[in-house]
């Protein structure tokens, strides 16, 4: 009699970060909206400036893939105000806020320590975190690979289940399960500003592997084994 047997086959690849999206937030406060406004746009686009070192453009326009960073990113600036209060409870003068955030995406890692490693130390700059991933490209190779490896982990799952019933074994229904990416080391994700202000000139970031996780569910039918003459 035909026995069915599911299983679950499992793949992990570990793959080093291929960039590195370093996230800065700038905040200035103060007595006046068009100051601390002002001086808000004033610290993005000199950072603006700065980077452009970093990623330049070639005639048609793009950024080549042999350049130290590949995007910048400036968000929208939110400004808002507060009323603090004494020890008494009274309100005092009104107190403005502005703030926007910069997102850079790194290749060259030793680049992105530095600039990090400076950024720190600035007065109302704030290195909010550090993602690593990896490029689609790279997915996409790790994608195929974690799969084929998922389905023979599957198949071995299966085998063993068979064997001992003195069965074979051939797959009839296979179902994906999305693939997806995660940090080896989730602390590496966050740098803040109490990192390292030292006499070195970069942050030793030491970046984490980056897991690539694939899972099949796979169904197999059994036969009788096949008995040698």
């Known amino acids: 009699m035909a026995v069915t047997i599911n299983v679950t086959g499992t793949s992990t690849i570990y793959h080093h970060p291929d960039q590195a999206v370093l996230s800065v937030h700038i905040q200035s406060d103060g007595p006046s909206r068009n100051l601390v406004s002002s001086y808000v746009t004033t610290r993005s686009n000199l950072l603006q400036r700065h980077l452009r070192d970093f990623a330049p453009r070639n005639s048609s326009g793009q950024i080549p893939m042999e350049a130290p960073v590949s995007n910048i990113a400036i968000g929208s600036e939110r400004s808002w105000s507060t009323v603090p ?115 070195e000139d970069s ?3 030491a970046p984490p592997d980056i897991e690539f996780h694939c899972s099949v569910e796979v169904q197999f039918r059994s036969a009788a084994s096949r008995k040698c003459d």
């Open 85 to 199: 209060r004494d020890r008494n409870g009274h309100p005092l003068d009104r107190v403005y806020h502005a703030s926007t955030d910069v997102e850079i995406t790194f290749r060259n890692f030793t680049k992105l320590g530095k600039i990090a490693k400076r950024l720190i130390t600035e007065e109302d700059v704030e290195v909010s975190k550090i993602v690593w991933q990896l490029t689609k490209d790279t997915r996409e190779v790790l994608g195929v690979e974690s799969r084929k490896q998922a389905m023979k982990d599957a198949i071995r799952r299966a085998q063993d289940y068979a064997t001992v019933i003195g069965k074979e074994v051939e797959p009839m229904l296979i179902t994906d399960r999305e693939s997806k990416s995660t940090i080896g080391t989730a602390k590496c994700m966050v740098v803040n500003a109490k990192i390292g202000v030292g006499e």
């Open 203 to 205: 942050l030793d970031l």
